[in-house]
């Protein structure tokens, strides 16, 4: 886990525009969709029911924690629960005791014994996160 102490390229996790950002930015505004994006690690601690939780950065759902939103980060550790559809640039871990009720797209999932999943799975490295969920307000338009 070696962080580069520059500058981290992202992705906005909306509208998926390349942004620029120092290592230490705790959010920016994306320059594609001018909302603003959060990109700083985070520990969930406690209940959030909310439409989306999105964040550039690493978050961890502890044990407490409970998240309940269509859930859109880089990376994603859940020890405690979460109920929504999941969408990780980079990985989702579910631990011992964690509970995901909801769908995953992620180039990387681990799944520890004792851990809950339920949901559909997309796995891969094509699961890298363009945003094409046809469930969001993305409808597919035909021919
Ligand atoms: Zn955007």
Redesign the pocket.
């Known amino acids: 886990m070696s962080k580069s102490a520059g500058r981290r390229s992202l992705l ?1 996790p ?2 998926d ?1 390349p942004i620029d950002v120092s290592a230490s930015t705790k959010s920016v505004p ?1 320059p ?2 001018h ?1 603003n ?1 959060r990109t700083e690690d985070e520990v969930v601690n406690d209940y959030q029911a909310r439409v989306e939780y999105y964040n550039e950065g690493h978050v961890e759902v502890a044990k407490k924690g409970i998240i309940i939103a269509e859930v859109r980060v880089r990376n994603l550790t859940i020890k405690g629960e979460v109920k929504g559809p999941v969408r990780a640039r980079e990985s989702v871990q579910i631990a011992k005791g964690g509970r995901l009720y909801g769908d995953v797209v992620a180039p990387t999932l681990s799944v520890e014994e004792g851990a809950v999943l339920v949901g559909r799975v997309e796995v891969g490295p094509k699961r890298a996160a363009p945003l094409d969920s046809p469930a969001l307000d993305a409808v597919p338009q035909a021919g």
């Open positions: 906005c909306r509208c525009a994306c594609g969709c909302r994006i």
